[in-house]
Nanobody
Framework: VQLQASGGGLVQAGGSLRLSCAASGSILNTHAMAWYRQAPGEERELVARVNRGGVTNYAEKVKGRFTISGDIAKNTVNLQMNRLKPEDTAVYYC??????????????????????WGQGTQVTVSS
């Protein structure tokens, strides 16, 4: 399974950016997709998550400013980031929780539950 993320960049405080991510590969089902971020010297933290049922959850720091959306069935997720702050500066990582097909021969289907990370995209917010 591969994740391709796009978006990010440099923006002034108060501005907006949109991140997009698409997962591809031998995916049987996608259970959830999410965005995490990691600032220098900090641990990676959850930003926003959406599950197959459309339930979303957000870090308190971004509630009301960020919106996660997408089509989980099509393995795509977006993160709209508004009213950005300098403290939002970080590398943002796409994350997916899937059932991955190992083999599918005749009536025999084998899969495993796995999670994968994208390569990360830099978001820099200047003050």
């Amino acid at each position: 399974v591969q994740l391709q993320a796009s978006g990010g960049g440099l923006v002034q405080a108060g501005g907006s950016l949109r991140l997009s991510c698409a997962a591809s590969g031998s995916i049987l089902n996608t259970h959830a997709m999410a965005w995490y971020r990691q600032a220098p010297g900090e641990e990676r933290e959850l930003v926003a998550r959406v599950n197959r049922g459309g339930v979303t959850n957000y870090a308190e720091k971004v509630k009301g400013r960020f919106t996660i959306s997408g089509d989980i069935a099509k393995n795509t997720v977006n993160l709209q980031m508004n009213r950005l702050k300098p403290e939002d500066t970080a590398v943002y990582y796409c994350y997916v929780d899937v059932s991955e097909i190992l083999s599918n021969v005749g009536d025999s289907l084998h899969y495993r539950d796995m999670n994968y990370w994208g390569q990360g995209t830099q978001v820099t917010v200047s003050s």
